[in-house]
Every structure is written in structure tokens, then in C-alpha cells.
T-cell receptor, first 109, second 114 residues
Framework: KNEVEQSPQNLTAQEGEFITINCSYS?????LHWLQQHPGGGIVSLFM???GKKKHGRLIATINIQEKHSSLHITASHPRDSAVYIC???????????FGKGTKLTVNP | DTAVSQTPKYLVTQMGNDKSIKCEQN?????MYWYKQDSKKFLKIMFS???????INETVPNRFSPKSPDKAHLNLHINSLELGDSAVYFC?????????????FGPGTRLTVT
């Protein structure tokens, strides 16, 4: 079993819908990262959080340390949000990232 | 003004050859990484260097040898390439003393071994 589990694996939505992607982890962490991999392959860091909630534009990331769970929300989704969203955790002050398998999001116009 | 750059972007080679992938960052970061993304798109860390010192070395065949000539560069040399080495290799960097370890990724190098 992977230390970082994401759900769903694939998600298709209509433009404008509210999107939620979930991430659960089984190890103690120092931080959780949300990454976006574009269809062209490039990877961008969206959020890094260790508690609470962060917001950037239409994206919101939350984490519950006690439940070892994080969610990534996208409000008013748009076709350009179509990408693979990857959850990763870093442990105990280490730089090492352990990745989930990613969630492929497709937003149709 | 590319932050993390990798060369080449594509690399097609035959089994048994030796090849190198280069990575450079101009962000002033002190830590650099190599990741491998397999055919199922799963990312896994291979190596990490901090100030030219190896700090993470996962279970990777010793045909893979990273080299960091300075803080801004981390190259990956692969000897005796095998079919299973075909993957996308990503370089990344972060600033350790920020204690956030937010990582910035390069565009990736798609290696195909035939």
C-alpha cells in the first residue's frame, strides 16, 4: 500500500463545477505538497502546507493533521484546469518527497 | 529567465549506451533533486544534493551516478542503459534554509531506450 493515497484516480467535470481531490497519508509528515502536472508534462508546485488552509485564486488546499487527510478544491472549474494533480508529503524535516499516484482531471467546456 | 532547466528535453538511445542529463537552476537554491516518472506517471525520488553533498540516495542501480559540480548544477549520468530506464526524468530544486522545501521542477527529460 502506498504511503500516499489519492482519490479519485480520474475525474471528469463540466466547466464551472466545484472540484474536490482527496489525499490521505499514513506517515507522520512535516508538510504536504500539491503539484500540478500539465498535459505537456511540466510540474508546478501549487501549495505547500503543514496546517489549516491556503487559497490561491480559485484553488484552495486544506489539511487535517489529526486525520492525515488533505483536500484540493477548485472553484468554478475551467478547461485549462485539466491536468494531473499530485499530492506529496515530506517527512520530519527531510527534503524527500513521497508522491501519490495523481488524479487526472478533465474539465469539459 | 528559466528557473530550472534540463538538457536534453528528449533522448533516444540504444541499450548499453552511456548518457548524461544536465540540470541547472538560477534560483539561488542550495538543494537539488532527481526524480523518475515511470510509464504509469508515478514519481519517485532518486537523489538529492545539498551544497554539492549527497543527502538522499534511494535504491537506485549504481549505473546511475549523480554529479554536482556546484550548487546550481546537478547532472545525472547513466551507464549501460537498459530498456527499463525509459522514463521521464525531472530535476528540481529548493532552498533548505527556508525550511519549507517547496520544490521547483524542470521541464523533464524523456529518455527512450531502444
Amino acid at each position: 500500500k502506498n504511503e500516499v493515497e489519492q482519490s479519485p484516480q480520474n475525474l471528469t467535470a463540466q466547466e464551472g463545477e466545484f472540484i474536490t481531490i482527496n489525499c490521505s497519508y499514513s506517515v507522520g509528515i512535516s508538510a504536504l505538497h500539491w503539484l500540478q502536472q500539465h498535459p505537456g508534462g511540466g510540474i508546478v508546485s501549487l501549495f505547500m502546507l503543514s496546517s489549516g488552509k491556503k487559497k490561491h485564486g480559485r484553488l484552495i488546499a486544506t489539511i487535517n493533521i489529526q486525520e492525515k487527510h488533505s483536500s484540493l478544491h477548485i472553484t468554478a472549474s475551467h478547461p485549462r484546469d485539466s491536468a494531473v494533480y499530485i499530492c506529496a508529503v515530506s517527512q520530519g524535516g527531510s527534503e524527500k518527497l513521497v508522491f501519490g499516484k495523481g488524479t487526472k482531471l478533465t474539465v469539459n467546456p | 529567465d528559466t528557473a530550472v532547466s534540463q538538457t536534453p528535453k528528449y533522448l533516444v538511445t540504444q541499450m548499453g549506451n552511456d548518457k548524461s542529463i544536465k540540470c541547472e537552476q538560477n534560483l539561488g537554491h542550495d538543494t537539488m533533486y532527481w526524480y523518475k516518472q515511470d510509464s504509469k506517471k508515478f514519481l519517485k525520488i532518486m537523489f538529492s544534493y545539498n551544497n554539492k553533498e549527497l543527502i538522499i540516495n534511494e535504491t537506485v542501480p549504481n549505473r546511475f551516478s549523480p554529479k554536482s559540480p556546484d550548487k546550481a548544477h546537478l547532472n545525472l549520468h547513466i551507464n549501460s542503459l537498459e530498456l527499463g530506464d525509459s522514463a521521464v526524468y525531472f530535476c528540481a530544486s529548493s532552498l533548505r534554509r527556508s525550511s519549507s522545501y517547496e520544490q521547483y521542477f524542470g521541464p523533464g527529460t524523456r529518455l527512450t531506450v531502444t
